[in-house]
């Protein structure tokens, strides 16, 4: 739904489909996904890639930040914080970038939706400057949103995903070299930092 509304801001995609990773579980678990097995890691990029086309020259240079949302999939709350917080940025830079058609036809109906937006996020408490400060957020730098690494747990409402722990599935906190990197939930993140230099 935002890659539809906000198609200049944010790319949605699978750690399936761009790293190869199988899924996580059971035919049982994450029915939703219909006709696959287990559970897909979903994550998206929020960018402003009008400005910052990908591949070009400012998009290489633009700060990156990661934002996960649970590697307990039962520790519910950072899902609902990192997607409510995207939906924040994402709105407010769509509002702030209104009036943008310039054609003579849609420029009163652009200048009024406009308004719309910004009346709506000043009841949602955000005045002009925060939105004008959110926006900017959106327009200066990567943001890398994983809102439920662990979506097996996360779908089962479960700490660990299968019998592991993937917090602890790292090198820097497990040194058994016969357990590191056994999670999906782990290995997504790790390949999301290969791509990445985040701050």
């Known amino acids: 739904l935002w890659e539809n509304e906000y198609p200049q801001l944010i790319r949605v995609t699978t750690a399936q489909e761009r790293y190869g990773l199988p899924r996580a579980g059971l035919d049982t678990d994450c029915a939703f996904e219909v006709g696959e097995v287990g ?3 979903f994550f998206f990029t929020i960018q402003d890639f009008f400005t910052h086309p990908e591949g070009s020259r400012s998009a290489l240079i633009l700060p990156e930040v990661f934002w996960s949302g649970t ?3 039962s520790e519910t709350i950072g899902v609902t914080v ?3 917080s995207a939906a924040l940025l994402l709105e407010a830079a769509s509002c702030e970038s209104k009036p943008r058609v310039i054609t003579s036809e849609s420029w009163s109906k652009e200048v009024l939706e406009a308004m719309r937006c910004r009346d709506q996020l ?3 408490g ?3 400057q925060r939105r004008r400060w959110l926006a900017r957020l959106v327009s200066t730098r990567r943001i890398v949103v994983v809102p439920a690494p662990n979506s097996l747990g996360f779908y089962r409402n479960e700490m660990t995903e299968g019998a592991h722990d993937p917090e602890e599935d790292f090198p820097s906190i497990n040194y058994d ?3 590191c990197m056994e999670t999906i939930a ?3 993140v790790n390949e999301i930092f290969r791509e990445h230099m985040f701050q």
Request: overall charge neutral; proline content about 0%.
């Open 177 to 179: 070299e016969t357990y």
């Open 39 to 41: 559970c897909s890691i």
């Open 71 to 73: 590697m307990h999939g």
């Open 82 to 84: 990192v997607m409510e």
């Open 122 to 124: 000043r009841k949602k």
């Open 126 to 128: 955000i005045d002009d």
């Open 186 to 188: 782990a290995r997504t």
